[in-house]
């Protein structure tokens, strides 16, 4: 069982980049493939990105599409997302998961082992 603990959360204004980590315990992190979902007040939770166990593939939200790069170093067991051009339609608690489902779909079905997420606020 993998356990996650995000980081890297913050105020920034709109324009502004973030980094966001997820720190994965558990020796078989390497095996899965990773997401990042946010979910802003009053609303669902939803994708932004996910990537293959190897780091081969990867993918997108279309709100985050060239703004937003997702990464993983198996080496650290850990998964980042590069948050660039931030925009306050962005803010958002975001969290990392583990994709538990097969295949590539997007849904909050599709991931678990949740980890407790960190805010992101940017401010215009």
């Known amino acids: 069982q993998v356990q996650l603990v995000e980081s890297g959360g913050g105020l920034v204004q709109a324009g502004d980049s973030l980094r966001l980590s997820c720190a994965a315990s558990?020796?078989?992190?390497?095996?899965?493939?990773m997401g990042w979902f946010r979910q802003a007040p009053g609303k669902e939770r939803e994708f932004v990105a996910a990537i293959s166990w190897s780091g081969r593939s990867t993918y997108y939200a279309d709100a985050v599409k060239g703004r937003f790069t997702i990464s993983r170093d198996n080496a650290k067991n850990t998964v980042s997302l590069q948050m660039n051009s931030l925009k306050p339609e962005d803010t958002a608690v975001y969290y990392c998961a583990v994709r538990v489902r097969a295949g590539t779909g997007t849904r909050v079905a599709d991931f678990g082992s949740w980890g407790q997420g960190t805010q992101v606020t940017v401010s215009s």
């Open positions: 558990g020796r078989t992190f390497s095996r899965y493939d």
